[in-house]
């Protein structure tokens, strides 16, 4: 797992690539890099929802070498990201875990652990229409919010759950507009006052003889969880469009991951950027030329490379 890359706004430079699994002949996919000071903490899916053996979580140094590796969690339980807090060098990891048969078929969970991964605190979610966590990250108050989606398509939502320091539960939010089945990846945090909240998702048709309409947007909240914005874009596509890790690249600009339809290559992962009002300003060639089958992440560094 792992190929760590710099893009910039005119060339993309590939520094290095490694590979890392617990298991070579399981479909394994990547999750989320980190940056730490002296290396990249990364996680993986091993063994994708089929048959999940755990989740893997690997550190390297600059170059790509590893250093440290494990399963971490019990089986079904699923890392989709991870963060690195140099200040007492521990790690939360995010993700949902397999439960069994039912709508309420998986749990949220975040989790922090010390530097090798052992386990200091564990926090779970059980709400009915809050399944999958896509995203989280770390307030100005130590707490976090966490970005979830549904397992089930008649509930599907776009939610947020707020805890504290201590990982208590503050609030849960959960929105809806003209779409259903929502995707939710992207989350930012702007001014440490108001969180972005990438989605995208299909919209409920009216009449059954049009074909299926895509969508994506960015919703605007506060850290209360009140809606202050919301800024959809139609596709009108059959493919699947997200706005997936919202991040800002500088002069009050935000870069995603984007899925474009009726473009040539349109079912691989695309850099786009979107100025302050949400205008988009620019895409960029999809960063692989194989289709990806979860969306990838990225961080920017103090360059404003991606």
Same mark, same amino acid.
């Given at each position: 797992?792992?190929?760590?890359?710099?893009?910039?706004?005119?060339?993309?430079?590939?520094?290095?690539?490694?590979?890392?699994?617990?298991?070579?002949?399981?479909?394994?996919?990547?999750?989320?890099?980190?940056?730490?000071?002296?290396?990249?903490?990364?996680?993986?899916?091993?063994?994708?929802?089929?048959?999940?053996?755990?989740?893997?979580?690997?550190?390297?140094?600059?170059?790509?070498?590893?250093?440290?590796?494990?399963?971490?969690?019990?089986?079904?339980?699923?890392?989709?990201?991870?963060? +690195?807090?140099?200040? $007492? &060098? =521990?790690?939360?990891?995010?993700?949902? !875990? #397999?439960?069994?048969?039912?709508?309420? *078929?998986?749990?949220?969970?975040?989790?922090?652990?010390?530097?090798?991964?052992?386990?200091?605190?564990?926090?779970?979610?059980?709400?009915?229409?809050?399944?999958?966590?896509?995203?989280?990250?770390?307030?100005?108050?130590?707490?976090?919010?966490?970005?979830?989606?549904?397992?089930?398509?008649?509930?599907?939502?776009?939610?947020?759950?707020?805890?504290?320091?201590?990982?208590?539960?503050?609030?849960?939010?959960?929105?809806?507009?003209?779409?259903?089945?929502?995707?939710?990846?992207?989350? +930012?945090?702007?001014? $440490? &006052? =108001?969180?972005?909240?990438?989605?995208? !998702? #299909?919209?409920?048709?009216?009449?059954? *003889?049009?074909?299926?309409?895509?969508?994506?947007?960015?919703?605007?909240?506060?850290?209360?969880?009140?809606?202050?914005?919301?800024?959809?874009?139609?596709?009108?596509?059959?493919?699947?469009?997200?706005?997936?890790?919202?991040?800002?690249?500088?002069?009050?600009?935000?870069?995603?991951?984007?899925?474009?339809?009726?473009?040539?290559?349109?079912?691989?992962?695309?850099?786009?950027?979107?100025?302050?009002?949400?205008?988009?300003?620019?895409?960029?060639?999809?960063?692989?030329?194989?289709?990806?089958?979860?969306?990838?992440?990225?961080?920017?560094?103090?360059?404003?490379?991606?």
């Amino acid at each position: 797992f792992g190929t760590c890359f710099a893009l910039q706004l005119a060339a993309q430079a590939i520094h290095f690539s490694k590979q890392f699994s617990f298991f070579p002949n399981l479909p394994s996919a990547g999750t989320k890099v980190t940056t730490m000071p002296d290396g990249y903490a990364f996680t993986s899916l091993e063994g994708y929802y089929f048959d999940p053996k755990g989740s893997g979580f690997y550190i390297s140094d600059k170059e790509g070498n590893l250093i440290h590796k494990r399963l971490i969690l019990p089986k079904n339980y699923l890392i989709t990201g991870l963060q +690195y807090h140099p200040e $007492d &060098s =521990t790690f939360h990891f995010w993700g949902d !875990a #397999f439960i069994g048969a039912g709508k309420n *078929l998986y749990h949220p969970f975040l989790v922090k652990t010390n530097w090798w991964g052992d386990t200091i605190r564990v926090t779970k979610f059980n709400y009915p229409a809050f399944n999958f966590c896509r995203n989280a990250l770390q307030l100005p108050d130590k707490g976090f919010v966490l970005l979830i989606s549904t397992s089930t398509p008649d509930s599907s939502i776009i939610g947020l759950i707020r805890v504290d320091s201590a990982g208590k539960e503050l609030w849960h939010r959960s929105y809806r507009n003209g779409f259903f089945h929502y995707n939710n990846y992207g989350l +930012y945090l702007k001014n $440490d &006052s =108001t969180l972005l909240v990438g989605y995208g !998702a #299909f919209y409920k048709k009216i009449d059954p *003889l049009l074909p299926p309409t895509d969508g994506y947007g960015i919703l605007e909240v506060s850290l209360e969880g009140t809606v202050q914005r919301d800024t959809s874009y139609y596709a009108y596509s059959n493919l699947d469009s997200y706005t997936g890790w919202l991040s800002k690249i500088g002069n009050n600009r935000f870069a995603f991951v984007y899925r474009p339809p009726f473009l040539p290559n349109g079912n691989l992962q695309w850099i786009a950027c979107v100025d302050e009002n949400y205008k988009l300003l620019w895409q960029k060639h999809p960063v692989s030329t194989e289709s990806a089958t979860y969306t990838p992440a990225f961080t920017v560094n103090h360059k404003g490379n991606i």
